[in-house]
């Protein structure tokens, strides 16, 4: 049937999708969701097919179009076009397949993630893929199958080099900026380590935030190659790079129902490694209330999983199970964390104890793991390379080849509250999520000097009328929201 | 945060949906998919977000608004609105149960059921549920519960008498009219009938598709209670009323995967039922290849089930298999069909004996079954009522009162094609998925005098020549179309 295109002025920046007036599809006996070919001039493209109910949406003899079709057929408002109906995905099989209980062969989790990176799923369709591989569940050949598929219809760097490390936090833990202390050790001592990091989605800062305070963690993947060779590993927001893309549309159908299927979360994190072409990985699992790990036997599953998994990839993986029970280091917040990261690596004394420790230990596994230290010397070693200024020397040539500075001083907002201790005793526990959504609601990460600076860890003394924490924002609502927030969710219990 | 108003000029007929630039979203911590409250001079409604990536979709500081979102608030383009957060709708957490295997309350399903009406959940969250309940599964309790609360969420007919009567096919056989038989026989035998059919969807005609050839098969529900009171049933098309309206919706996630959801059919075909008050159902479910329902062991289970169901309704419920391996009359196609049912009720030579045997024996069934025939009398009892004209009377009431007419003759379109037998044997088979593709591609249900009349059924012997069947279509194409079609699927085999 021959259209006139109707330009909808909208872009989903997902699935193409075309429009057709309620009564031209009833003559073509066409439906919501059918898939249509749509033609112009020897150029088609594939586009999913909504109804309109009234004439002034979509008149009849028109097509309305999104941008993503728009571009695809590079037509314009008026043009003429034709409509056929389209096959099915392929996809389409193995999501029933999978809905049936079976198992999927590599070729076909394969097809669905190359469907899925194409914009070929309606939500309709991914959803029943994702909801069923939660509900049936994935083996490990499968979650193998789904890794590889993820990794290789994204980017990909690989450096011909080894030892390639990694390091990754499962999460949930506020402050735990580990990955900015270790990755300078692990490169003073020769290491190669290409660290993706993530953005804050409900935490009050990713390492990809703080790590923004220092250089630039967009980079073009030509340049993420150059700063390999030149300084031997980076730091960079992992969005900026279209590693694994499959795994963003999946995480967008997860999102509202809260689905952790474990099978996608190895995928996940496992196809992000492979695509930069690790070969050692540190799996850091923390345990704690508000982590999202509950507790040891399922950290134990986990870290079972991972490496089992790991074996299947040709990734050596080590999982480590630490305490999540509260925050790492003083400061929460892009810049306040930053601001921990620089004293940590000058060995100023003002670096917290916590982060500097677990860090040291963290990096020395994985010279030991990588063959970089001997058995029983890697905390030694990651210790020198800190305390030498190694470390913040790496750190530097990091920071400066990303096109950074690393700053003279850090200073967070000026708008300020300090919770003071309303008795003498001792701070029974800094609540995780209590800090997280403080601190957001002072204005981290959006706000990068944001944030709270903590003064007492759990188990320390404290006297009446001492400073626990100290709230940082950037005007006066935002503190007062912060403030009312910290005291509605039961502030910082002392017994 | 206060925007203008952008009107988007599309209806998607379905969910409320507002679309934010990117940039605008970021600032506000807002994701695709998440809830926003939108207000307007204390007029307030709940919409899904979506992000426009370009600022020619919606320019920051605009609110891109879908029309049903517009109307709900009264907007117009340029006006200002607020948006804040809003919940999340109750039933997420009890989709999200369902994902975990877990058995759901009355109150839960009722809550899901009124969310998919109120056209509160998001694709992604009803298919969630939908793909949940098909690969968890759901006891007879639930299905009771969610077949409950598809009915009482839409219109319902009650007529406080005793017996109200119904048949139900669960269909896959082309030509099988017996509705339109036994709805009059039994009518005329003093039952209540209000029989709600579907139209085509895959086949060349559904009841409601071959009854429109008489009368209007879509009435206000005002008129459809005057109906009854007057003449005693009604034969119309279940879309006109609202009845159990989540099921369009749920029917419309199933359809893109052919997910075939046990559950969820029981509770489809049962919440229609319960709206218009029914008290005693025949369940034809049709054998054959072709048809929905593929062995008698699946029949029998769901038989087993309907039955259950029923119980817990408050609605006797007989089932009865019958042979679906080929099609039933002679006419396909909606005029075929109605010509064949009225030679029936007239007692026509013409009339096909299979359609008029089939239909009297069911009927007879449910005379007996509601008490309106003695045990062992039904049959006779629906004998007489067809041949002494008693059921064409009844007939002609239940048409006049919906508005219609009988007409004096029927007459299938112009174009024909007669299929003849290229040798003398036996027709080896009739297969019913050939029929239906034949008639639809010669224009049935569309076109209502398209479609195919059958000369010989199976196993009838045919000499060479001998004609088997003739194709009816209003044009050449179509014609051709059709003709191409029956020999492409390997036309009438004869052995």
Not at 78 to 102: H, Q
Not at 255 to 266: C, F, K, N, R
Not at 471 to 481: F, P, S
Request: charged letters at 20%; a positive charge.
């Amino acid at each position: 049937m021959k259209l006139r295109v109707k330009d909808m002025d909208i872009a989903t920046g997902d699935i193409q999708i075309v429009i057709l007036n309620q009564h031209d599809a009833n003559e073509l006996d066409l439906h919501p969701m059918d898939r249509l070919v749509v033609k112009r001039n020897g150029r088609q493209t594939i586009a999913i097919l909504d109804i309109a109910e009234s004439p002034k949406a979509v008149p009849r003899g028109q097509l309305g179009m999104f941008e993503e079709t728009i571009d695809a057929l590079r037509v314009k408002q008026g043009d003429s076009v034709t409509i056929t109906p389209a096959e099915k995905p392929e996809s389409l099989k193995y999501i029933k397949k999978k809905l049936d209980g079976k198992h999927l062969q590599p070729k076909e989790l394969a097809t669905i993630v190359q469907d899925t990176v194409d914009n070929k799923l309606t939500d309709i369709e991914l959803t029943s893929f994702v909801t069923a591989s939660y509900t049936r569940g994935m083996n490990m050949q499968e979650i193998a199958a789904l890794t590889k598929a993820m990794a290789s219809t994204g980017q990909t760097l690989h450096f011909n080099k080894y030892p390639v490390i990694d390091v990754h936090s499962i999460g949930g833990v506020p402050g735990n900026r580990t990955t900015m202390l270790i990755v300078p050790i692990l490169v003073a001592a020769g290491c190669i380590v290409p660290k993706t990091s993530s953005r804050a989605i409900t935490s009050p800062a990713g390492t990809a935030d703080t790590m923004e305070v220092l250089c630039p963690v967009s980079l073009p993947i030509n340049k993420l190659k150059k700063v390999i060779q030149e300084v031997g590993g980076f730091i960079i927001w992992g969005g900026s790079v279209n590693l694994a893309p499959a795994d963003d549309r999946i995480i967008r159908i997860e999102h509202p129902l809260s689905i952790d299927a474990e099978g996608q979360m190895l995928a996940s994190i496992m196809a992000k490694k492979a695509s930069v072409g690790t070969t050692h990985l540190l799996m850091e699992i923390p345990i704690g209330p508000g982590t999202k790990v509950k507790d040891k036997k399922q950290a134990k599953h986990l870290s079972k999983h991972f490496s089992e998994l790991g074996n299947l990839l040709g990734i050596k993986v080590k999982t480590t199970i630490t305490d999540g029970s509260q925050p790492i280091g003083n400061g929460i917040g892009p810049i306040l964390e930053a601001r921990d990261v620089i004293w940590s690596l000058k060995c100023n004394e003002c670096a917290p104890q916590d982060l500097v420790k677990k860090s040291i230990w963290m990096a020395g596994v994985l010279l030991e793991y990588s063959g970089k230290a001997r058995k029983g010397q890697g905390q030694a070693t990651a210790k020198r390379l800190l305390t030498t200024g190694a470390a913040y020397g790496a750190m530097t040539r990091i920071v400066e080849a990303q096109g950074g500075k690393i700053p003279s001083s850090l200073q967070p907002a000026k708008y300020t509250y300090t919770l003071k201790a309303n008795k003498t005793g001792k701070v029974k526990n800094i609540p995780n999520e209590l800090i997280a959504k403080t601190a957001r609601l002072a204005g981290a990460p959006i706000d990068p000097d944001a944030g709270i600076l903590l003064h007492k860890h759990c188990l320390d003394n404290v006297k009446q009328g001492e400073p626990i924490l100290t709230i940082y924002a950037r005007g006066k609502h935002k503190l007062e929201y912060a403030v009312k927030a910290l005291h509605n969710l039961g502030g910082v219990p002392i017994t």
